[in-house]
């Protein structure tokens, strides 16, 4: 299985351990005409409710040989499924579910840092070994 | 030459024609210890000067099959692209160049309209071939 599906796996048991019931996976999520997930790149969006809260997770892999693509890539793709989700489903939260390394590594320096602090930005991260989350951001 | 220099040059050409001074050809940005252009995929920026006023312009060819996922490479780009100009050097405004094809397709359905309706988002629309400028946004 390539790793950006048993990353896709970990994140929805990892959801599962922590109280969430997988509504949708995929989620779909469409911008005007289109479906984004019949294009190049896009990650499947899983669909979690726990009590009354409901997320979005985007789950990424950071495979491509160069990380800061990686990141533009993430938050291109973050910014336009938030906004998209928002017209379709204003009360569910979008998060970038990724990985205990790359959190550890990108998201330590500067370039992940200025994601980060981006306006409305939520990360989850998750141990892809254990299949557990390990942190909600915010 | 491939079309994303073609393109490149046409708006270094279309900029001299509009007033402005080309005073770094690329304008090097570097966000913690990385220089963002080693990376795959990476546009070179344009710095120009027209009296008081600073840019840098970010041109976009939109040659990949997927126009989405161009459209997510560019958000994310031209975003950390800014947050990084903005600590580096606050007084220049970042803009983004698409073709008039690009801007009357993409940007006028729904992914792009998302994109222009950004905070903080600033276009410019040049004719490739009659290397001008056709509109600044805003």
Redesign the interface.
């Known amino acids: 299985m390539p790793a950006r599906e048993i990353y896709h796996d970990a994140v929805c048991t990892a959801l599962k351990k922590d109280g969430w019931i997988v509504t949708d996976d995929p989620l779909v999520l469409t911008?005007?005409?289109?479906s984004?997930f019949v294009?190049?790149?896009?990650e499947k969006l899983i669909a979690a409710e726990r009590g009354p809260d409901k997320i979005a997770v985007e789950v990424k892999s950071f495979l491509?040989?160069?990380?800061?693509?990686d990141?533009?890539?993430?938050?291109?793709?973050y910014?336009?499924y938030a906004?998209?989700l928002q017209k379709q489903e204003p009360d569910r939260a979008l998060y970038l579910a990724v990985n205990e390394t790359v959190f550890q590594t990108l998201f330590t320096?500067?370039?992940g840092q200025?994601?980060l602090?981006?306006?409305g930005f939520r990360l989850l991260v998750f141990d892809s070994n254990a299949e557990e989350i390990l942190q909600w951001n915010p």
């Open positions: 911008i005007g005409l289109r984004v294009d190049v790149g896009a491509s040989p160069s990380p800061i693509s990141l533009e890539m993430a938050w291109g793709q910014f336009l906004r998209a320096e500067e370039a200025l994601l602090a981006g306006p």
